[in-house]
C-alpha cells in the first residue's frame, strides 16, 4: 500500500482500496480521484465513477429523474468535474 502511496502520490484511503483490489477479478472501484483511477487501470482494476453511479442508479429506477438530476447538479456544484461530464450525464438520463 505504501508503495502504491508514493508511486501514484495517493492518499492512504485511495491506495488501500487499490491495494485490496489487486489480483481481484471481480473487484469494482468507486473512485473520482485521478490518481486513484490511474493506479486502478494501470493495475486492470474496473472503475466506476460517481457520474456512472448516478446514472446507472437511475436506469435500475433505484432513484427518480429528479433524484438523479439533483445528485448530478450537486456534483457539478461541489465536485472536480469537467461540465461537459455533467452535461452528457445530464442528456444520458433523457
Do not use: C
Amino acid at each position: 500500500m505504501h508503495k502504491l502511496q508514493l508511486d501514484f502520490n495517493m492518499g492512504k484511503g485511495e491506495a488501500s482500496i487499490i491495494a485490496v483490489s489487486i489480483g481481484q477479478n471481480d473487484s469494482l472501484v468507486a473512485t473520482d480521484n485521478k490518481q486513484g483511477r490511474k493506479a486502478a487501470q494501470i493495475n486492470n482494476i474496473h472503475l466506476i465513477g460517481s457520474i456512472e453511479i448516478i446514472i446507472s442508479l437511475y436506469q435500475q429506477k433505484k432513484i427518480s429523474l429528479e433524484k438523479a438530476k439533483l445528485s448530478l447538479q450537486i456534483l457539478k456544484q461541489e465536485g472536480w468535474f469537467n461540465p461537459y461530464l455533467i452535461e452528457k450525464a445530464m442528456e444520458d438520463l433523457k
